[in-house]
Structure formats: structure tokens, C-alpha cells
């Protein structure tokens, strides 16, 4: 297959990219001097484009390669990607669901740890010298507390076992109610943050979940509320969070993801309340390799008339 | 009651203090600037003493209180009270089980998840303003890595239910097998570090478990193995424990817990993979009032001549 050129987006772990390079001809968009020239300079040869969470294909890229079949995503969220054009022109879409589940769910349960416990704070705290003046502060049990979960599919389900064996009563919001759970549905996210103390998002992005939580959200959540965001920074009304953490409207805050990746507002900098993570929600040796493994298995089996492992289109 | 003097070790409690006040008289060991000071004044009244994780009960002060009847400990751990004199005289010892079990075993969650995902080096990276250069670098996966915990009681059993719902394999050390439970028992603690990736010390500190985490131990853990101490600082070596992560021969530690309190081995300051935490497992609002409250109950469980609540002696 070595006559398939297939266009790389973004650099990956190179354990992807060389599996990629053994088996297709790899063009690497992100070397080229001037991006839309280079894709119209393969426009003719291109038959498949590997994408992740941050880097997919618009209508403008994908009008411009008449010859794309595949799109095989190294992510679970595509909300980069114009799927109604891929639709339409009859591409297929590939992503990487179930493979990132534990991990997500795992630094979920991390973040709401870090920011109940207090457990950055602290570490600072001991390293700055300061316990020898005195003690840490009190903090408030994560034991017990009240989980909303706005979104419960693969990772808001791993989420909710997970927060369960700490004896969290768990509540939900999703667009629709999944009445094989014991957990409580709200019907919105208004109420189901006006129900529980700490409110996880853990949805896809998409035109109806953008800015999801806002300012009623969160003042609804309260003081003592604490939100984590492990979805995607659009999910939350980013300026209305950091006021609502400075003026203490809301308790805290756990978040991996922001609107502006890599920029993260600075007024959150010097914040004991809030925990915040480089987007590393997958970022484990483990998962990124089955996600790799992933991406190459679609596009072997798709380019050998196989059916396709993880297709979404 | 307040005709009864009951004699606070050291600071601990505000809630407990003004309690403690309401109820009996108060004398607070602190506030006197010598100790023939406070003996001079107070030896022949005390009837009951409260104290804690600093400062408990040890032979001479017991030996000096021949009213002493009751030692109400505001703690679960008893390492600090001489509990063979209490015995020898009759004098009557209670602790704070049960009610700080969840914070305990949320903070050792907390301390795993923190160190295998680098929560608090995530956290300083940001900070620093370094995501703008580059991706925080891949970190290894929680779910699934085999758990080791030495002392299988209250703390240790609500340590493994937790880890379990993170599809860890648990296994455990424990002075006696506990048949009742499906995890997998090891007869000595070095074939438990053999055999996990994550040992967490979650016994309680006795003469036989003193350093029970020596060299040999860590070394049996390794350059991938993870350290969780929520126990007592002395239950290890810790200058080995230094020396260890310093040349790699193990690949983190979480602490909550050290040999000479507030001291921390400043060598730890520099590392990456440690995370510090200063002794605040069970330091939650909520733990703490109940902890107050079982102190107060038992204490007058015992002046009524009722039966203690959760006696040791």
C-alpha cells in the first residue's frame, strides 16, 4: 500500500507516525511552508487524512481533495471535523472511542480529589516551608458528594462508577434519559447543577452543548459547587468561569480543557481553588498507543475492503 | 460536669476546644511555659486527657496524673499513648475510628492518581506559563495497575474498594489473612512489593511495623513502583526512601505522612515524582467535627458511667 498518500495534519506520538510511514506514503502538512498550496499541490493523490481532537478537516479542506476517502481521527471528539460534508460526499470518519474511557474517568476523579482535598495546594504549601508555621486548613470531603455528570455515555458512565465506589449519590443531564441507569436524570442542566456539589462535563461538543455552562450554571452550582471539565473548553462560558471563581460564586475548579488552547486565562494562576491540567485527559503511554493502533487498523481496513473498526460515518 | 478538669495536649480543634470548654475545665498543656509549671498546678486534678497525632499520652505524663482515668484520643492512631500503662492502671483509652476512614482512603486516591498522572507537576506547568512551548509529556495509565496495601483494616479496606472500581487488581500484607475478602493475600510484605505497582502503607504504627518499608522493600518495588504512605512518617526508612527516589531506584512516592513532622526532607522538594502533603488525611470540616464529636462522647459516655463508644483499653 506503499502508493497511498495519506495527509498527516499535526505532528503525533512517533510511534503513530512511523507506523503510518511503513505502511503509506505520509505528507505532513505541518512542514509545509504554505498550507493551502500544499494541499493543492496532492490535491490529486490524497486519499486519506489523519487528524486529532485539535486538528481536523473543514469544508474548505475537504472540497479540496476530490480524491478523499477516509478521515481517521487519533481523538473520540470530532468536533473539528465538518461531518454533515463528509456525509454528503461519502467520506468515511473514523475516531477512537472506548480506548480513552478509563483514562479520562480516571483524571476526572484526580481533579475533583485535587480541588476538594486541596492536594496541589498542599503540596505547595509544603514545599514553600510553611508547614513549620502551621497547619494546612481544613478542607471538605469528597466522600458522600452529591456527582452531576452532564452527559453520560462511554466516559460519564466510567466517571459515575468510578465516583460511586466513594458513595456519591450520582445525577445526570443528557439529551436523552437512559432508563438502564439507577442514577437521577434531571431534564436540564440548570436543575441538575442546582441538585448536585460537584458538576462534571463530560459531553461531546457541538453546536447545542457549546457555552452549556454559563453564568446561570455555574451560580446555580454555588460557592461551594465545583466544576470539572474534561470535555471541551467551549463547554464552558470561559470568562464567566474565571469571574465566577474570583468573585467566589463558585466554589472551585478542576479543568483540563479551555477555549483557547494552550492559553489558560491567568487570573487562575493564583487561585488555591482551582486545579488545571494541559489537556492531558488521554496523555498516557498506554492509551495514546491503542489510539495509534486504532487510526492504523481503520485505515487498514478500510483500504483492504474490510469493514471499519470505530467508523462514525 | 465542669467541675471535672480534662487536660488538651496540643492545639488541634477549635470546635473541640470550645466543646471541650462547655463541658469540663479546660487545661490547655500549651499555654504553660514549663512543665513543673504545669505539673504544680494541675497534677492532682486531671481526670481525663485529649490528645492527638502530636502529642498523646506517653508514660511520664500518665505517670504524673494519679487521677488519670480516661485517655480520649483525637485520632485513630494510638502510636503516640502508652497503651500498656494504661493498661497496668486501669485507665481507660478511646480513638476516632470509622469517622475519618473515607478521607483517609480518599486522600491515598488522591496521592496515587496525583503522582501516576502528575496532577500537581500538570498544575506547575501551566502555572509557569510553559504549555504555549510545548505538551506536557505522556504519563503512565491508573486503571488497571495492581495495588498492594500493607494493613488491611478500615482504612486499608476502603483504600482497596476504591482502587477496585478503577479495575485495579488489589492485594495485601496483613498480620492475618482475611479469608472474607477475594483479594489476593501475600505472607510477607516483600513478596507484596514483588507483585504490585502502587504499595500503600495503611497499617497501624506498632513496635513489628516500625520501618516495615526498609530497603529491601523499596528495592522489591522498584524504578516503576509507586510509594503511597497515609499511615504513620515512621513506618519508613526514610532516608532510604530518599535515597531511593534521588537514584531512581523507585519511580514515586505520595506522602502524607513523615518521620519527624512538620519536617520534610528537603531533598524531596526538587522531584517531580512525589507528591507532599502535610499530614491532613483526615483534616476535612466534616471529619474533624465528627472526630470532635466521638471525642466528647465517649468522654462523657465515661463520667456518666456509661459504656465507652469506641474503646481501646
Same mark, same amino acid.
Given at each position: 500500500?506503499?502508493?497511498?498518500?495519506?495527509?498527516?495534519?499535526?505532528?503525533?506520538?512517533?510511534?503513530?507516525?512511523?507506523?503510518?510511514?511503513?505502511?503509506?506514503?505520509?505528507l505532513?502538512?505541518?512542514?509545509?511552508?504554505?498550507?493551502?498550496?500544499?494541499?493543492?499541490?496532492?490535491?490529486?493523490?490524497?486519499?486519506?487524512?489523519v487528524?486529532?481532537?485539535?486538528?481536523?478537516a473543514?469544508?474548505?479542506?475537504?472540497?479540496?481533495?476530490?480524491?478523499?476517502?477516509?478521515?481517521?481521527?487519533?481523538?473520540?471528539? *470530532?468536533?473539528?471535523i465538518?461531518?454533515?460534508?463528509?456525509?454528503?460526499?461519502?467520506?468515511?470518519v473514523?475516531?477512537t472511542?472506548?480506548?480513552?474511557?478509563?483514562?479520562?474517568?480516571?483524571l476526572? &476523579?484526580g481533579?475533583?480529589?485535587a $480541588?476538594?482535598?486541596?492536594?496541589?495546594?498542599?503540596?505547595?504549601?509544603?514545599?514553600?516551608?510553611?508547614?513549620?508555621?502551621?497547619?494546612?486548613?481544613?478542607?471538605?470531603?469528597? /466522600?458522600?458528594?452529591? *456527582?452531576?455528570?452532564?452527559?453520560?455515555?462511554? &466516559?460519564?458512565m466510567?466517571i459515575?462508577?468510578?465516583?460511586?465506589?466513594?458513595?456519591?449519590?450520582i445525577?445526570?443531564?443528557?439529551?436523552?434519559?437512559?432508563?438502564? /441507569?439507577?442514577?437521577?436524570?434531571?431534564?436540564? *442542566?440548570?436543575?441538575?447543577a442546582?441538585?448536585?456539589?460537584?458538576?462534571?462535563?463530560?459531553?461531546?461538543? /457541538?453546536?447545542?452543548?457549546?457555552? &452549556?455552562?454559563?453564568?446561570?450554571?455555574?451560580?446555580?452550582?454555588?460557592?461551594?459547587? $465545583?466544576?470539572?471539565?474534561?470535555?471541551?473548553?467551549p463547554?464552558?462560558d470561559?470568562?464567566?468561569?474565571?469571574?465566577?471563581?474570583?468573585?467566589?460564586?463558585?466554589?472551585?475548579?478542576?479543568?483540563?480543557?479551555?477555549?483557547?488552547?494552550?492559553?489558560?486565562?491567568?487570573?487562575?494562576?493564583?487561585?488555591?481553588? *482551582?486545579v488545571?491540567?494541559?489537556?492531558?485527559?488521554?496523555?498516557?503511554?498506554?492509551?495514546?498507543?491503542?489510539?495509534?493502533?486504532?487510526? $492504523?487498523?481503520?485505515?487498514?481496513?478500510?483500504?483492504?475492503?474490510?469493514?471499519?473498526?470505530?467508523?462514525?460515518? | 460536669?465542669?467541675?471535672?478538669?480534662?487536660?488538651?495536649?496540643?492545639?488541634m480543634?477549635?470546635?473541640?476546644?470550645n466543646?471541650?470548654?462547655?463541658r469540663?475545665?479546660?487545661? !490547655?498543656?500549651?499555654?504553660y511555659?514549663?512543665k513543673?509549671?504545669?505539673f504544680?498546678?494541675n497534677?492532682?486534678?486531671?481526670r481525663?486527657?485529649?490528645?492527638?497525632?502530636?502529642?498523646? =499520652?506517653?508514660?511520664?505524663l500518665?505517670?504524673?496524673?494519679?487521677?488519670?482515668?480516661? +485517655?480520649?484520643?483525637?485520632?485513630?492512631?494510638?502510636? !503516640?499513648?502508652?497503651?500498656?500503662?494504661?493498661?497496668?492502671?486501669?485507665?481507660?483509652?478511646?480513638?476516632?475510628?470509622?469517622?475519618?476512614?473515607?478521607?483517609?482512603?480518599?486522600? =491515598? #486516591?488522591?496521592? #496515587?492518581?496525583?503522582?501516576?498522572?502528575?496532577?500537581?507537576?500538570?498544575?506547575?506547568?501551566?502555572?509557569?506559563?510553559?504549555?504555549?512551548?510545548?505538551?506536557f509529556?505522556?504519563? @503512565?495509565?491508573?486503571?488497571?495497575?495492581?495495588?498492594?496495601i500493607?494493613?488491611?483494616?478500615?482504612?486499608?479496606?476502603?483504600i482497596?474498594?476504591r482502587?477496585?472500581?478503577?479495575?485495579?487488581?488489589?492485594?495485601?500484607?496483613?498480620?492475618?489473612?482475611?479469608?472474607?475478602?477475594n483479594?489476593?493475600?501475600?505472607?510477607?510484605?516483600?513478596?507484596?512489593?514483588? @507483585?504490585?505497582?502502587?504499595?500503600?502503607?495503611?497499617?497501624?504504627?506498632?513496635?513489628?511495623?516500625?520501618?516495615?518499608?526498609?530497603?529491601?522493600?523499596?528495592? =522489591?518495588l522498584?524504578?516503576?513502583?509507586i510509594?503511597?504512605n497515609i499511615?504513620?512518617?515512621?513506618?519508613?526508612?526514610?532516608?532510604?526512601?530518599?535515597s531511593? %527516589?534521588?537514584?531512581?531506584?523507585?519511580?514515586?512516592?505520595?506522602?502524607?505522612?513523615?518521620? @519527624?513532622?512538620?519536617?520534610v526532607?528537603?531533598?524531596?522538594?526538587?522531584?517531580e515524582?512525589v507528591?507532599?502533603?502535610?499530614?491532613?488525611?483526615?483534616?476535612?470540616?466534616?471529619?474533624?467535627?465528627? #472526630?470532635?464529636? %466521638?471525642?466528647?462522647? @465517649?468522654?462523657? =459516655?465515661?463520667?456518666?458511667?456509661?459504656?465507652?463508644?469506641?474503646?481501646? +483499653?
Amino acid at each position: 500500500m506503499e502508493s497511498i498518500d495519506v495527509l498527516m495534519l499535526c505532528p503525533m506520538i512517533s510511534y503513530l507516525e512511523q507506523e503510518l510511514q511503513r505502511r503509506y506514503n505520509v505528507l505532513k502538512l505541518w512542514t509545509a511552508p504554505e498550507k493551502s498550496q500544499f494541499i493543492k499541490d496532492h490535491s490529486a493523490t490524497i486519499r486519506a487524512i489523519v487528524g486529532d481532537g485539535g486538528h481536523g478537516a473543514d469544508a474548505e479542506m475537504i472540497e479540496a481533495l476530490p480524491r478523499l476517502e477516509i478521515l481517521s481521527s487519533n481523538s473520540v471528539g *470530532v468536533d473539528k471535523i465538518d461531518l454533515k460534508k463528509c456525509r454528503e460526499k461519502g467520506i468515511r470518519v473514523t475516531y477512537t472511542p472506548d480506548v480513552l474511557n478509563d483514562e479520562v474517568a480516571d483524571l476526572a &476523579i484526580g481533579l475533583i480529589l485535587a $480541588v476538594l482535598r486541596r492536594l496541589c495546594a498542599s503540596d505547595r504549601y509544603v514545599r514553600s516551608g510553611k508547614w513549620k508555621k502551621g497547619d494546612f486548613k481544613l478542607t471538605t470531603k469528597f /466522600t458522600g458528594k452529591t *456527582v452531576g455528570i452532564i452527559g453520560l455515555g462511554r &466516559i460519564g458512565m466510567a466517571i459515575a462508577k468510578r465516583a460511586e465506589a466513594f458513595n456519591c449519590p450520582i445525577c445526570y443531564f443528557s439529551r436523552t434519559e437512559k432508563p438502564d /441507569t439507577k442514577y437521577k436524570y434531571y431534564p436540564s *442542566v440548570l436543575e441538575l447543577a442546582s441538585n448536585c456539589q460537584i458538576l462534571v462535563v463530560a459531553c461531546s461538543l /457541538t453546536a447545542e452543548s457549546r457555552h &452549556i455552562v454559563n453564568r446561570e450554571v455555574m451560580n446555580a452550582l454555588g460557592p461551594k459547587g $465545583v466544576l470539572i471539565n474534561i470535555g471541551r473548553g467551549p463547554h464552558v462560558d470561559e470568562p464567566e468561569l474565571v469571574s465566577a471563581l474570583v468573585e467566589g460564586r463558585l466554589g472551585g475548579a478542576g479543568l483540563d480543557v479551555y477555549e483557547h488552547e494552550p492559553e489558560v486565562p491567568e487570573e487562575l494562576f493564583s487561585l488555591e481553588n *482551582v486545579v488545571l491540567l494541559p489537556h492531558v485527559g488521554t496523555a498516557t503511554v498506554e492509551t495514546r498507543k491503542a489510539m495509534a493502533d486504532l487510526v $492504523v487498523g481503520n485505515l487498514e481496513a478500510h483500504f483492504s475492503n474490510k469493514p471499519l473498526l470505530t467508523p462514525l460515518v | 460536669m465542669d467541675s471535672i478538669t480534662v487536660l488538651m495536649t496540643s492545639p488541634m480543634s477549635d470546635y473541640l476546644e470550645n466543646q471541650l470548654k462547655d463541658r469540663f475545665n479546660l487545661v !490547655k498543656l500549651w499555654t504553660y511555659s514549663s512543665k513543673t509549671d504545669f505539673f504544680k498546678h494541675n497534677s492532682h486534678s486531671i481526670r481525663a486527657i485529649v490528645g492527638n497525632t502530636k502529642i498523646g =499520652a506517653d508514660a511520664e505524663l500518665i505517670d504524673s496524673l494519679p487521677e488519670l482515668e480516661i +485517655v480520649s484520643s483525637y485520632s485513630v492512631g494510638l502510636d !503516640k499513648i502508652d497503651l500498656r500503662k494504661c493498661q497496668e492502671k486501669g485507665i481507660r483509652v478511646t480513638n476516632t475510628p470509622d469517622v475519618l476512614t473515607d478521607d483517609v482512603a480518599d486522600v =491515598a #486516591m488522591g496521592l #496515587m492518581l496525583a503522582v501516576v498522572r502528575r496532577v500537581c507537576e500538570c498544575d506547575r506547568f501551566v502555572r509557569r506559563g510553559l504549555w504555549p512551548k510545548g505538551d506536557f509529556r505522556l504519563t @503512565n495509565k491508573f486503571s488497571g495497575m495492581q495495588v498492594g496495601i500493607v494493613g488491611l483494616g478500615r482504612i486499608g479496606s476502603a483504600i482497596a474498594k476504591r482502587a477496585e472500581a478503577f479495575g485495579c487488581p488489589i492485594s495485601y500484607y496483613s498480620r492475618s489473612e482475611k479469608p472474607e475478602t477475594n483479594y489476593k493475600y501475600f505472607s510477607n510484605i516483600i513478596d507484596l512489593a514483588v @507483585n504490585c505497582q502502587i504499595l500503600v502503607v495503611a497499617c497501624a504504627l506498632t513496635e513489628e511495623t516500625h520501618h516495615i518499608v526498609n530497603r529491601e522493600v523499596i528495592d =522489591a518495588l522498584g524504578p516503576e513502583g509507586i510509594l503511597i504512605n497515609i499511615g504513620r512518617g515512621s513506618h519508613i526508612d526514610e532516608p532510604e526512601l530518599v535515597s531511593a %527516589l534521588l537514584e531512581g531506584r523507585l519511580g514515586g512516592a505520595g506522602l502524607d505522612v513523615f518521620e @519527624n513532622e512538620p519536617e520534610v526532607p528537603e531533598q524531596l522538594f526538587g522531584l517531580e515524582n512525589v507528591v507532599l502533603m502535610p499530614h491532613v488525611g483526615s483534616d476535612t470540616v466534616e471529619t474533624t467535627d465528627a #472526630m470532635a464529636d %466521638l471525642v466528647i462522647k @465517649n468522654l462523657e =459516655a465515661h463520667f456518666l458511667k456509661k459504656p465507652l463508644l469506641t474503646p481501646v +483499653v
